[in-house]
Every structure is written in C-alpha cells, then in structure tokens.
C-alpha cells in the first residue's frame, strides 16, 4: 500500500499547478512517486490520481513529460481496463489528446485508446464516435513523430482485429473463438465505409494536395505514404483493401477500379521521379506477394492475404513485369535506378520463386530462361579476387538459391550453379550452396506432392553434378570449417556439410513418363550414372551416403569427429565457441540422421556398417560441444564403406 502522505503530496501539487497553470511542475517530485509508489497503489489511489491530471494536462502550458510519464506507468497493469478509463473524472477528452500539438499528450492518449483493444465492446464505444476515429487516422498518418506513428498504428491495429466480424475459414473451435474475439464490424465500417474516415487515407497521402491550404508537404506525404503501406500489409484481408469501398471518394483520386491497395500500389507513389519511394514499393509489393507477415493477426485467425490473390493483382496492374525488370533488363533503364534497385528487384524475384513456384514453372518459362541468363552473366563474370573480398554478388546468389531446383537442371547455357566456388572462402557462396544441396522441406504426410519430390530428386542431381565438376571439395570446405579465425566462413561452411549430411533427397524415375509434357521434367536415373562416376553399382541415395560413401569420408567425418579447436581470451575464444556449438548440433543431427536411415530399404542396399557408426558418432556426441576424439574419425574413415 503506498503511503498516503506521498500520495497526498503529489495530489496537492496537481491541484496547486491546475489551478495557477504557471507553476512548473515538480518533476523530481513525479519521478520519486513513480519510483517509490505507482507499483502499490491501491486501486482508489490510481483513479484518483489519473481524475487529477485528467484536469491538469489540458491547463498546461509547460512540458508535461513528467505528468504524461505518471499517467502511462497508472494505466500500464493489464488489469487496467477501458472501463476505468471511461470512468475518469473530468472525462478524457480523447479527440483534444488526438490533436494535441505535443507528443506525449499523443502518447498517453493512444495509450488510453489502447485499452479498448481488449474486447470488441470496448472497441465498439470508440467506432461510435466518428470525430475521434478520424482524429486517431489524421494523427497516425501525418504526426512527425515516429513513436506516435507506431502507437498509432498499434491502436488501429488492435481496434480492428478485436472488431473482426468474419470467422476466419477453417476455424475449428468458434466457441472460443467468438469469446475472444469475434466483433460487431463496428470499427471496421467506421474506417472503411465513413467518408470522412475513409477520405483520409487519400487526401493525406495523395500527392494530388500537396502544398494546398492544410495539407502536408509532398516530403510528408512521403512519410504517411510509408505508414499506409504499412497498414496495408498489416491487415491482409483481400477483399478489402482490394475492392471498392466508396467509389466516390476513390474516383475522386483517380481510381476507376478497385480500392485502397490500387490506390497505394499504382497511383499513390510518384515512382518515376521519387527514387527512394520506388525502392519502398518495390518493398511492398514484395511483401505483399509474400502474404501477411503479422503473426497476430495470423495467430487469431486472420485470413492471409495468399500469393496467388496478390500475383494476380500485381501482374493485371503491371506490377509484376516493371518489377522484375529492374533486375531482367538492365539495359531498359538509367543506372542509378539499375544500381539502386537491382537489389530490391532480385528480392521480388526471389519471393516470386519461392511463394510461386508453380505459376513460374507453368506460365513464366520466358521468366526462368531471362532469370538463368541474368545469374549466369553476374555469376560467371564475378572474378576471383572479388569472391576473396567477400564482395559476392549476394543479391544474384539469393535468387539462385530460390528458384525451383528443376530449372536449374535446364539451363540452356553454362549453369550458374557450377561458377559458384568453394574456394577462395566466401560465406554467401558456400550457404547458396546449402540451402540447394539441402533439398525441399520434408513434408511430414505419407503423401508427398509431386512436386517436393521432383525438388528433392533435382537436389541429389545438382549435388552430384557439382561434386563431379568441383575437384577435392570436401576437403576444401573442412579447410574453412577450420579457419575459425574467419567465423562467417567457418559457420557456412558447416552449414554446407549439415545440409548435406541431413539433406532430402529423392530417387531419379527409372524411364520417362512420354505422357506428360513437362518442359522442367527430370533427367532419368540411368543418364545420371553416366554422368556421374562411382564406386559399386550405386550412386548414394542421400546426403550421408554420398559422404560416407564419397570424398567425404576421409575429411568431413574426421573433422566432426575430433575435439573442437580453442584459443586464448578475446574474441577468438568467441569465435571458437560458435563454430564448436554448429559443429556439435551437426553431430547430434547427424546421429538422428543415420538412426533414420538404418531403417530405409532402399539405403540398406548399401551394405553400410551402420551400427559401429551410430555407436562411435553418438559417443562423440555425448561428449558435449569441446568434446570428441581423434581416434573416432580414423575408425570410422577405415571401416569398409
């Protein structure tokens, strides 16, 4: 319980400056009640403190930093509800707090907005009020300070998602579904369907009113421009922020079709002239391709904006080719915009490939053969002095490692896959080359999609295709596991051998299927052993054969196996640890591994002596991070394999 002479004393303080306003506030007076006594106050103590400096705030003519602090730590417990906040005498005037010229009137009056968050009544008193959802809109979208932005995006936010009045699809428990947070679509038609709400979105952010009477500058706009990005990416409900709300209003800047998401993506950004805009809609669009990255959202169920929905969007409205053309064709535009946005450009490719990998195998082969031309000119050229200088062209490397691993069976010239080098040392090289060695992720069901398997049996192609054309390559990348003095090289290095090692891969078909036309089909198996030399009648069928079976049995194993190295004091020591923690979890993984593939049929015919390796790994295993044995690796690298 807090001491009634403390409160008292800060209550008559309040009193004292509300009623003669230039008085300055006693700021070590709020600190020193903030620290001793806001965690005990009772809960009549906190409420009559919050009715005082609701009368205060709006008398002020001083900083009230040390008033607004006091308030933000009153109304922090979570047990703090909107309720309370409805109860404080004078009444908080919220639309006056929205408006305040001073930002931590703003913050503290999110803060109580914030409140209404937690239940979809709450949510549903603050839609009611037409005047202070506009004022939280206008606030969110021009304040010049960040933090407000962000609080005010917050509020927003959580006001809509609390207000939700669509089930999401596929729900299967709407009993507690609906207790938590199934609303009324009070504040979403409050937003979405209220002209004068709605109007704000475009007449903020359209660079159309720039300069006139009450409008912000266009390098303002710039900034609310980003914010409505933002939101838009936040809440990835399609039909939405896609279809028309209020034509009139959309008409009016420009719209002859769709809603807020044409708006922002086609007409509201000057991406011509405005260079760093263009690169934060490149941005966007690549995110929006990616879907809705808000976990909360996906946490209650929120439908995702899918790919599929926003691929079609983007490429109806041209999007999609202007995008990719900043990284496909070069030569179409000037070189800063080539420099600037080459990068950005890769990484839409790259979020193309991945999110929408069947469209760009089914319709987008003139994308595949451009995308193979682009990463074999940047990759091939790239000498070897700038791969030792850790000048990689890590954009390029990025959109190799994403694209479905059967195209990069069809290249039509020199493969990019194979210019890509172990040596000299380079860290985005060596995990570009993990992360396609890999394979797909596994899926856990009995009915694996033709697809995976089709990228898995690509992944055990374009390893042995490699390792055939890269002489003494595991040697080489044990050497840079060892390096530990350059700990980025060391740490992809072993990234490469646990891809390998815990790969998915899949087996070539034994004939071709004439009845499918598939122009990214496999290569069958038999065109495979030509290709590729080996020991006894059978290439490895997984990523642990081919380096128990292969040149890595005499270099990757030893090296897992044996103690891990340790230096002196500095940062050395920092980096011998996080190079022995990677080594060791591929130790443990590998245990895992080689346990599971015991069992496998179609491994067993390699007669492999699995029970002696399991038993010697597991013991090395067991022995912790700084652990391990010289003798185990020679045992293992002497066993008839």
Known sequence: MASNSGVADLISHITAVTDDPSLPLDAKLFGVFDRIYTDALSDDDRQSLLNRQSGLIPTLRQDPKPATELILNLIRPESYRFAQVLRIQPNVDLIAGLCSPNSDVNLVTLSLLNKACSSSGDAGIIAASPETVAALVRLWLSTPATEVATKGLEVISGLLRIDANTAPDGDTNMVAYTSKIYGQGLMWRRVFHDKDVYELFFSICSLATAGQEGQPSKREKTISQARLLDFILAFSNFEQISSSQLPGIEKKYGLSEGGLLDFAAVH????????????????????????????LMRAFGERNLESAEALDFLISRKLH???????????????????????????????????????????????????????????????????????????????????????????????????????????????????????????????????????????????????????????????????????????????????????????????????????????????????????GGLLAASGTLAILTGQGQTSVIPYLLKPAQTFGRGDTQSAAYAVAVAKHETVVRLVQTLKEQAKIPEIQLHLIPWQPIITEIEQCANRGVWGGSTAVGARIGTLEL
């Open 268 to 295: 509201m950004i000057d991406w011509k002239d405005d260079l760093l805009m263009h690169a934060s809609l490149i941005d966007f669009l690549t995110k929006l391709l990616r879907g809705n990255s808000d976990p």
């Open 321 to 535: 080719s202007r995008t990719m053309s900043y990284y496909l064709e070069l030569e179409k535009h000037e070189s800063i915009e080539s420099t600037y946005l080459y990068p950005l450009s890769a990484q839409y490719i790259s979020t193309y490939a991945s999110c929408c990998s069947s469209h760009l195998l089914d319709i987008g082969r003139r994308d595949v053969d451009r995308t193979l031309e682009r990463l074999s000119m940047a990759i091939s050229g790239v000498p070897v002095t700038k791969w030792a200088r850790v000048d990689a062209p890590k954009s390029d490397l990025h959109v190799l490692s994403t694209l479905p691993r059967v195209v990069l069976l069809h290249t039509s010239s020199h493969n990019p896959l194979y210019s890509i080098p172990v040596n000299p040392p380079n860290a985005d090289a060596l995990n570009t080359l993990a992360a396609v060695f890999r394979g797909p992720p596994k899926d856990s069901s009995l009915d694996v999609p033709n697809n995976t398997r089709h990228e898995a049996a690509a992944a055990r192609v374009l390893y042995f295709l490699y390792a055939k054309n890269t002489s003494n390559l595991w040697q080489r990348v044990v050497d840079i596991a060892e390096t530990i003095a350059i700990k980025e090289n060391a740490l992809a290095a072993i990234n490469l051998i646990d891809a390998v090692l815990g790969s998915y891969w899949e087996p070539l078909p034994e004939r071709l299927d004439e009845s499918m036309e598939d122009p990214f089909s496999l290569p069958i198996a038999a065109e495979l052993d030509r290709q590729v030399p080996h020991r």
